[in-house]
């Protein structure tokens, strides 16, 4: 109904295609949720999550005690928006990550991927990822999506499908005497 609701906005011309595409809830055929957060809902959030990771550690642990995830997680996973927002950036960038380093790399994006979650699930995130580096690894994945962004209506469809199914493919259309 929201989407819906949306859409009459832009029929009407109360609000721009731009603004339209930010309060819309979306979806992504293959994706685990159903529906995703409008933008606007969820826009700035990760600088929040970023803010409390980067908290000083002491913040957390009163008395001297050593800082468990369950402490440094606990005002995240306390907050929906918050909680949905960290979803939806890692199944969103896990998605470019893969589709963008290909088929060659995504045994390594996988097992790394899950022994973060294995982390996570574990309680032990904070004794395998300096938090105070997060903020850096987001500036970087935001500029890769800006990258994309901007390069995206630039891009023309190859003519053919350029994946190559097996190494017999392969040495079909390598001269010479095969691969080496």
Do not use: C
């Amino acid at each position: 109904a929201w989407n819906e609701i949306i859409d009459h906005f832009r029929q009407e011309d109360i609000v721009s295609d731009r603004e339209r595409d930010y309060l819309k809830f979306s979806r992504f055929e293959g994706f685990s949720q159903a529906i995703y957060l409008p933008v606007f809902q969820t826009a700035g959030v990760i600088d929040d999550v970023i803010s409390e990771l980067e908290r000083p550690q002491e913040e957390y642990t009163p008395r001297g005690r050593v800082v468990t995830d369950e402490d440094m997680f606990k005002p995240i996973s306390n907050h929906i928006t918050m909680r949905t927002a960290v979803s939806e950036v890692w199944e969103l960038g896990s998605f470019i990550f893969l589709r963008m380093l290909g088929s060659v790399h995504n045994n390594d994006i996988v097992a790394t991927m899950n022994l973060i979650l294995k982390w996570s699930e574990n309680g032990t995130l904070t004794k395998h990822i300096k938090m105070e580096n997060i903020s850096s690894i987001m500036k970087h994945f935001v500029a890769l999506v800006q990258v994309l962004e901007k390069s995206i209506g630039r891009r023309k469809p190859a003519v053919k499908s350029r994946v190559i199914k097996s190494k017999n493919d392969v040495q079909s259309k390598v001269p010479g005497s095969g691969i080496r």
